[in-house]
């Protein structure tokens, strides 16, 4: 199986439910798709609600390419606060084609709640489903938030479409106290090297300075040609 590697992970809390928030890696020189699933334990080690990433991680990676993600959990509030909780990663080799001829321009904070932007489409086929997956940080660069938009129509090639969404302010999450446990194929998630970080680092193209801190954006397009 393709190596990845879970960068960061946080178990939060926003109003009455409980979600988890991360960036996954994958590390290896081959494609990858990948899928993640959590589940949460109270203090005496019952299982009390588990979730999926879903539609909020891009699944199919290249050799070195990131994503940000976020596992929701359905069965909150709960009688017993999670007190541990663990991720498991899955990734399998592929040879879907992929298609990341996509990117964001014109990024502009009109005010203290919204972000603007376009995504544009600079390949040769058409992104039937243009989705931008959000990643939202402090000021110190730790993840709080992930949250995505789906564009209502699709875009043809050489053109842009315009998104917009509201920045999640800090003072709405709170971050629990607890170090996720984290298997990738089964196998506890190791310490990445120096090297991974730095790739990893290469890798976010599309940053943006905002009121909180930063925003992450990462566009996902489907294209239905490569996907009959």
Known sequence: ??????????????????????????????????????????????????????????????????????????????????????????????????????????????????LNGQIINYGTNEMNIPQIIHAHYDQRKTLFWVSHEFLEKGIRPQRKKPFSFDLEKRSNIKLVETTPKIFINGVPNNEMSLEGMAQKQSEFLHWKKTTEGYIELKVNGFVYELNK
Do not use: C
């Not at 109270?42 to 009390?48: A, L, S, Y």
């Not at 991720?87 to 990117?103: C, Q, R």
């Open 1 to 114: 199986r393709p190596e990845v590697h879970i960068i960061q992970s946080q178990l939060i809390k926003k109003q009455d439910q409980h979600f988890v928030v991360g960036s996954i890696q994958n590390i290896d020189n081959v494609p990858t798709f990948i899928s993640l699933e959590a589940v949460l334990y109270d203090d005496k080690g019952n299982e009390i609600d588990k979730g999926k990433a879903g539609h909020l991680v891009v699944h199919d990676l290249m050799p070195k390419e990131t994503s940000p993600f976020r596992i929701d959990f359905n069965n909150g509030p709960y009688y017993h606060q999670p007190s541990e909780v663990v991720i498991f990663a899955k990734s399998l080799t592929t040879d879907k084609e992929f298609y990341k001829f996509h990117g964001v321009k014109s990024l502009d904070q009109k005010n203290d709640f919204k």
